[in-house]
């Protein structure tokens, strides 16, 4: 098995460690970020695919692309 040694700068490591007590704050915000970027590519490829190749001609309303939305991340209480 391999083993590895890092040397990093004790300025870093302590900038690592007061991160790491910053965690849920940190993890709400890129959850937030990521779903910004995510959520107009969502919509965009549900539009492109609605009431494309049905038996039937589509009497789509939008609605179900309006709905989507982002909500708070939650932390489970478990």
Known sequence: MANVKLNLPKEYMSQLTRLGKRTDEIISKMLVAGGEVVLPEVRSNLQAVIG???????RSTGE????LGLTPPDVDKK
């Open 64 to 67: 179900l692309v309006d709905a």
């Open 52 to 58: 494309r190749d049905t038996k039937y001609p589509s």
